[in-house]
């Protein structure tokens, strides 16, 4: 379990940013991941009371505040009417209702955890992350950048595309084996693969929506999979395409059902 | 050491905590022992409690985040404790009893948020309330009586 011998609860960003430039302190959000990390350090920071966990809409985009639940996403009527209730189909399986409700934006697009349904989501739908320092950056960028000590502050998910996830879990609940993020939008389709095991990436970009299984098959011979203790490479690739097919037609079906509803 | 004061069960309390302490490290030192650790690792929901009226997992809650909040637990809620707990048994759904106080704390938040949950919004909601006994179709049930009688009363 992680070990903090000072806890501050941060006043302002500029503290917060100031006190992490230390390699001794560490930024805590839903703490459920940091809880566990086993980590020793000297300073806790926590970005609870900095008004970070509003989801905001304006004519373009959302705008979300690091510290927003996943609960509050999978919940947040604006968000699913606009993304065709892709947030609360794609972060439901995710553990349980309390744990979405600890579990921030914040702390699972930082993490780039592998495994993530969160990042997987988000990149099909071309998010942008705020950071404290540097301004806004693509999240496809961040996703392959390594940790750094900047504060992400915001995530902003422009509207014109619909989305759709699909995974394979060994069991309900536990993380995925294998994560397909498809999305839709006025230039084409684009295709994310999760839990390679590696991280999330775009593996097509700007296909037909009505990609057929073949493309499918060469996209994921032409992505790069790995084995870990989950599932092997192999299985990985073969399992691929269908989540493929399966995500491209689930979003054409919202495409037709909710055009009106994000304008 | 530091000092937090907060609401619990209606009651303004103090508390010492260390700065890496849960929320459930501070509630188990209140005395409070309706509240258990299963996994500690966010899996089981055992930790159940109602932090400003919704279900967190007190095992990762920081505990110097609940300064000013409002905690609630088992304690707090015995009245309607007796009549799910009245649900659990009718039902069959409990044999060793370990995961109730958790699956009880969530119930509840469920009852105020969707009391008229569908089976399949029951089990999605539950889904974080792990069970080695019940197998978990007798709780569904035990759920639906509950909420079944709720609605009841309402509507009376
Ligand atoms: C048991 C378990 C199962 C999980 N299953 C899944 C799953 O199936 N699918 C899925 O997508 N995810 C899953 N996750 C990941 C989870 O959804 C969160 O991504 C994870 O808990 C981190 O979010 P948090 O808010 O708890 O962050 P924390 O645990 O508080 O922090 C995580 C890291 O991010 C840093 N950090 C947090 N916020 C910021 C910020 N704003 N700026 C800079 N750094 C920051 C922290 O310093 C820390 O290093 C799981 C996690 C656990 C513990
Ligand atoms: S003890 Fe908190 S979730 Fe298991
Ligand atoms: S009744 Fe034994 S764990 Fe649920």
């Known amino acids: 379990m992680a070990v903090y011998k000072n806890y501050v609860l941060a006043q302002s960003l500029d503290e917060a940013y100031a006190l992490n430039q230390k390699k001794s302190s560490v930024i805590v959000a839903g703490n459920m991941w940091l809880r566990m ?11 609870s009371a900095l008004g970070l966990d509003r989801i905001e809409e304006n004519e373009d985009a959302f705008v979300i505040g690091a510290m927003t639940s996943l609960r509050d996403m999978e919940t947040h009527e604006g968000l699913n009417a606009c993304f065709g209730g892709v947030f609360a189909d794609a972060l439901k399986p995710i553990v349980g209702t309390q744990f979405r409700r600890g579990a921030t934006i914040g702390g699972s697009v930082y993490s780039r955890f592998g495994f993530s349904d969160v990042s997987a989501l988000l ?6 992350v705020v950071l404290y320092q540097r301004g806004e950056v693509s999240l ?9 000590r ?25 993380i995925p084996v294998l994560v397909c993020a498809a999305s839709v939008g006025p230039d084409g389709a684009r295709i994310v693969l999760g839990a390679r095991p590696a991280r999330a990436m775009v593996v097509a970009d700007g296909i037909s929506p009505e990609a057929d299984a073949s493309v499918c098959e060469a996209i994921a011979q032409a992505a790069s999979f ?20 399966r995500a491209l037609m689930a979003c054409s079906e919202t495409q037709k059902d909710g055009e009106e509803e994000c304008k | 050491m530091m000092e937090i ?3 619990l069960n209606g009651r303004d309390v103090t508390a010492m905590a260390e700065a890496d302490d849960s929320l459930y490290q501070v509630l188990r030192s209140l005395g409070i022992s309706s509240v258990k650790c299963g996994c500690e690792t966010t899996n089981c929901g055992l930790c159940t409690v109602h932090m400003d009226g919704k279900a967190v997992l007190s095992c990762s809650v920081p505990a110097p985040r609940c300064a000013g909040h409002e905690i609630v637990t088992l304690e707090g809620l015995q009245d309607e404790a007796k009549r799910l707990g009245a649900c659990l048994a009718d039902e069959g759904a409990e044999q060793c009893g370990f995961c109730a106080p958790g699956l009880m704390m969530n119930v509840l938040a469920l009852a105020k948020e969707n009391p008229g949950a569908s089976d399949e919004e029951i089990d999605a909601y539950m889904a974080g309330n792990l069970c080695r006994c019940s197998g978990y179709m007798s709780q569904r049930r035990a759920v639906r009586r509950y909420l079944a009688m709720i609605a009841q009363e309402v509507s009376a």
Request: hydrophobic share 45%; proline share 3%; net charge positive.
């Open chain 1, 140 to 148: 496809a960028a961040y996703q392959k950048e390594a940790w750094d």
């Open chain 1, 123 to 128: 990149l099909a739908l071309d998010a942008k």
């Open chain 2, 5 to 7: 004061r907060f609401k």
């Open chain 1, 150 to 174: 900047d504060i992400l502050t915001h995530v902003v998910i422009p509207k014109g595309r619909r989305a759709a996830v699909q995974s394979v879990r060994l069991s309900a609940t536990d």
């Open chain 1, 37 to 47: 990390c086993g980590l020793r350090k000297q300073t806790a920071i926590d970005l």
């Open chain 1, 226 to 245: 790995g084995t870990n203790r989950r599932a092997s490479e192999a299985y990985r690739r073969r399992v691929a395409p269908v989540l493929m097919m």
